[in-house]
């Protein structure tokens, strides 16, 4: 039986299960005790090393090469690593390869993780060539828990928590900011600069890649975005915004100047402007060092798509690719062929409805995902969401939920409170 084949059989026997064991009657009766939210089923993490994450990992000739080796295991912890080809350096202190390649091909290069312990190993295979997210992208995204209010502090918060909580040490990388933190057009390119919730966004980048982790971002081909904030196109060839010109938006410019103004108007602006923006959006983008591109509209089109495509590959820099808000499947091969993951849902919710509709539609969009193309069903609705409230799910069902996201072939991304532990 081939790989595809039994994580089919795999996901129609938990999804019979989850409806014989949490769609019925008594199910939806049944309480939240206090010991089962406390409940940990996974065990203890073991103080020996054991590297983690991804055994493939492929860059574009002559781009930024940024890749952290996954280790778990007690700290302090000392990495080494043989046939590292040239152009390529490792901080034995945090296992982040950084440099450039130049000459497509593949390398061999076996990885070691030691500390008081004992020490492991394990061959990680490079290759140099035009596929990137060779594996599917595992991160963070700032929506779920902060809607548009995300901010500069925030999105830092949640980074040194991935670092702190151990995720990192498992192969999750992405730190990435949803829509809400575009300000008005200019710099260089005259490209979207961030509004002050984020007021040196290159910093915070850097402070992100410093850690190993990789950092996205947000946008779209219309001239406005879902949440009413500056799109990548617009209808003034100068880059400029009928609403900013004429003052119609909050101190962060997005649109309206009342909540009732706001729902009113942003919608008007859901569709392509006449001049489009997106080589500037993308070049200030690689100058900041941007490493993923969540691409938001709908109908997701296959000739906007190959646009973005084309701007980020001559980017210099390797972005991840992300349609958003969703792929038709009848243009499935199109999504595979030009991007890197695609969503192949509406948003999801955190109901369980929402889940079941979901799950039940993946599994045709499995033959379409493979290295350097993968699936999309949406973040992972759970934990604390939209600002304040917790999901609603049982312990079980959360459980249920990060075993149908291992099950597909796609990425995955949390999208909660991601805090750092309190200092001691």
Not at 72 to 91: K, N, Q, T, V, W
Not at 384 to 403: C, K, L
């Amino acid at each position: 039986m081939t790989t595809i084949a039994m994580k089919r059989t795999i996901l129609v026997l938990l999804s019979a299960l989850m409806l014989g064991s949490s769609f019925g009657p008594a199910a939806r009766a049944e309480p939240v005790s206090p010991a089962s939210a406390r409940e940990r089923l996974t065990p203890a993490e073991s103080p020996f090393p054991r590297i983690n994450g991804a055994q493939v990992f492929g860059a574009r000739p002559g781009s930024p090469f940024l890749f952290t080796i996954a280790a778990s295991g007690e700290r302090p912890m000392h990495f080494a690593a043989r046939d590292l080809p040239a152009g390529l350096i490792l901080d034995s202190e945090t296992g982040c390869l950084t440099g450039t390649l130049a000459i497509p091909g593949e390398h061999r290069v076996l990885v070691q993780a030691t500390n008081t312990r004992g020490s492991a190993e394990r061959t990680l295979r490079i290759v140099i060539g035009e596929q990137i997210a060779l594996t599917p992208p595992l991160g963070w995204n700032s929506w779920n828990c902060w809607g548009d209010i995300a901010s500069q502090d925030k999105v830092l918060s949640a980074a040194r928590a991935m670092v702190d909580k151990g995720l990192r040490d498992h192969g999750w990388t992405y730190i990435n900011i949803d829509d809400g933190w575009q300000g008005v057009r200019g710099g260089a390119f005259n490209a979207i600069q961030p509004n002050s919730r984020f007021p040196n966004l290159k910093a915070l980048i850097d402070s992100v890649h410093a850690m190993g982790l990789k950092f996205g971002i947000y946008s779209t081909p219309w001239r406005g975005s879902y949440a009413g904030y500056v799109g990548s196109s617009c209808d003034q060839r100068d880059g400029s915004y009928d609403w900013i010109k004429a003052g119609r938006h909050n101190e962060f410019f997005r649109i309206g100047t009342s909540e009732k103004d706001w729902s009113d108007v942003r919608a008007q602006h859901w569709r392509r402007g006449q001049f489009p923006f997106i080589s500037a959006d993308v070049h200030q983008w690689a100058v900041w060092g941007v490493d993923y591109l969540k691409y938001d509209w709908y109908p997701n089109d296959s000739p906007q798509v190959n646009e973005i495509a084309t701007a980020l590959r001559t980017s210099g820099r390797d972005i991840v690719l992300s349609p958003s808000n969703k792929a038709p499947y009848g243009q499935a091969a199109e999504w595979a062929r030009l991007a890197n993951t695609w969503r192949t849902t509406w948003d999801i919710s955190d109901s369980w409805e929402s889940l079941r509709w979901i799950g039940f539609r993946q599994d045709r969009w499995a033959p379409y995902a493979g290295p350097g193309h993968w699936n999309d069903p949406d973040m992972l609705a759970v934990g604390r969401v939209m600002r304040v409230q917790p999901t609603p799910y049982q312990p079980d069902r959360r459980r249920t939920i990060h075993a149908h996201q291992s099950l597909v072939p796609a990425g995955s991304t949390v999208a909660y409170r991601l805090r750092s532990r309190p200092t001691r």
